[in-house]
């Protein structure tokens, strides 16, 4: 069984940057997958950054250049640095691991707006 609790949510004008944590309640090395989706109203779940299972990085092509996925082994801990945010980024995100299954944190709101 794996826990994993996102913060760092929060409002931000257009322009700004948030960083989210997830923590997770065992060690993120054995781990097969982890990183994080986000789904806005109307809209179904979307990739937005993970460490695959051959520790590569997936970036979703709307975030490229703006989010960085970053992890700290030692606190369990992954990261989402979001700079230059956009009314678009607007949603409530999801961290996500695999390991022999898939557990969703609780999510975390961003909204971006004036």
């Known amino acids: 069984q794996v826990q994993l609790v996102e913060s760092g949510g929060g409002l931000v004008q257009p322009g700004g940057s948030l960083r989210l944590s997830c923590a997770a309640s065992t060690t993120i090395s054995s781990i097969s997958a982890m990183g994080w989706y986000r789904q806005a109203p109307g809209k179904q779940r979307e990739l937005v950054a993970t460490?695959?299972?051959?520790?590569?990085?997936n970036y979703a092509d709307s975030v490229k250049g703006r989010f960085t996925i970053s992890r700290d082994n030692a606190k369990n801990t992954v990261y989402l640095q979001m700079n230059s945010l956009k009314p678009e980024d607007t949603a409530v995100y999801y961290c996500n691991a695999i390991k022999w299954r898939v557990y969703w944190g609780q999510g975390t709101q961003v909204t971006v707006s004036s």
């Open positions: 460490f695959t299972t051959r520790d590569s990085i």
